[in-house]
Antibody, heavy 116, light 107 residues
Framework: EVQLVESGGGLVQPGGSLRLSCAASGFTLSTYWMNWVRQAPGKGLEWVANIKEEGSEKYYVDSVKGRFTISADKAKNSLYLQMNNLRAEDTAVYYC?????????WGKGTTVTVSS | DIQMTQSPSTLSASVGDRVTITCRASQSINTWLAWYQQKPGKAPKLLIFRASSLESGVPSRFSGSGSGTEFTLTISSLQPDDFATYYC?????????FGQGTKLEIK
């Protein structure tokens, strides 16, 4: 079964860091573009970042550039999002999603709360 | 960056109604557009890709059309399971973006 499972969310103080993970099963993650999408409480979907197959290209929404880094580990078949200098406005459910002409496989999400 | 604007933001309809949701892009995206359905507490689900292609397993009452900057999602006959929030998303550029969402409510 094709599946994505996120982990690593939690409560962090402003200015802190978190590393989100997304474990893929049923397919080889490094053969697809992969994405992180977030959803703040009661708000719509916001695309955050993506990474090309094999990791040669990465793109970010302006609001996270310089603070977040997307990466992938071929051996672990996993996607990551390193989040530094977190702000209150980064509070959201973070989803990883596979990219195959549209985001066709999504995880259930992991919740990040930035608060003092 | 490409901005996506959906209308309406909220839509009230009844079971059996035909409904249409519109999505406009701030510049041409050809047909690089997808539609998603999201229910509370759940991850989004892909319905339509390449503007008009139905994702496998999605009921045929869902259809998409459009190209360039104007797109529509149509549900031909609303079913109880269809009451949810719908989002469009462009993937013409590597910097993806979503519309703000359309909440489909029971009238």
């Amino acid at each position: 079964e094709v599946q994505l499972v996120e982990s690593g969310g939690g409560l962090v103080q402003p200015g802190g860091s978190l590393r989100l993970s997304c474990a893929a099963s049923g397919f080889t993650l490094s053969t697809y573009w992969m994405n992180w999408v977030r959803q703040a409480p009661g708000k719509g979907l916001e695309w955050v970042a993506n990474i090309k197959e094999e990791g040669s290209e990465k793109y970010y929404v302006d609001s996270v550039k310089g603070r977040f880094t997307i990466s992938a580990d071929k051996a672990k078949n996993s996607l990551y999002l390193q989040m530094n200098n977190l702000r209150a406005e980064d509070t959201a459910v973070y989803y990883c999603a596979r990219d195959y002409s549209g985001l066709d496989v999504w995880g259930k999400g992991t919740t990040v709360t930035v608060s003092s | 960056d490409i901005q996506m604007t959906q209308s309406p933001s909220t839509l009230s309809a009844s079971v059996g109604d035909r409904v249409t949701i519109t999505c406009r892009a701030s510049q041409s995206i050809n047909t690089w557009l997808a539609w998603y359905q999201q229910k509370p507490g759940k991850a989004p689900k892909l319905l339509i890709f390449r503007a008009s292609s139905l994702e496998s397993g999605v009921p045929s009452r869902f259809s998409g059309s459009g190209s360039g900057t104007e797109f529509t999602l149509t549900i031909s006959s609303l079913q109880p399971d269809d009451f949810a929030t719908y989002y469009c998303q462009q993937y013409n550029s590597y910097l993806y973006s979503f519309g703000q969402g359309t909440k489909l409510e029971i009238k």
